[in-house]
């Protein structure tokens, strides 16, 4: 087990004690922005601040809220998102998202891509996702 000081030399923050689940990017027309879906469970004492996300078949991935507001459907980009302690949080339609904004070719239903998420600290966390399409296949 190495001590902070050790992981302070190596330039390495740990992981974070959490899992992800249900990972999935729901591509509904080729080349448009797709969204992407999970459950983030925090198994630790405490909060887990999520500041970001990276795909390399993305283009940029970024994290969005859908908001309805007056019958009107909008995103926003947001920079952070915290997960309480021993809790989970959920992107889901028509709530947290990811946004995979220049879905590469490669990315069709069956298919996997790897989706980095980066959280306050400098840790991270590297999960399969995989690609479905309008009706979650
Ligand atoms: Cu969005």
Do not use: W
């Not at 080349?31 to 469970?41: I, N, T």
């Not at 198994?43 to 009107?72: D, F, I, K, Q, V």
């Amino acid at each position: 087990m190495l001590g902070i000081a050790a992981l302070a030399l190596l330039g390495a923050a740990p992981a974070p004690d959490a899992e992800v689940h249900d990972a999935r990017i729901r591509v509904l027309l080729a080349s448009r922005p797709a969204g992407g879906y999970f459950q983030l469970d925090n198994h630790a004492a405490e909060p887990l601040t999520l500041t970001g996300a990276a795909s390399p078949g993305c283009g940029s991935l970024m994290l969005h809220r859908s908001m309805n507001s007056g019958g009107t459907d909008s995103m926003v980009a947001v920079d952070h998102v915290s997960v309480p302690a021993h809790g989970s949080i959920r992107f889901a339609p028509g709530g947290y998202h990811l946004m995979c904004m220049q879905p590469a070719p490669t990315l069709r239903p069956g298919a996997t891509i790897p989706v980095t998420l980066t959280f306050a600290g400098g840790g991270s966390l590297t999960t399969k996702f995989s690609v479905e399409g309008a009706h979650g296949r």
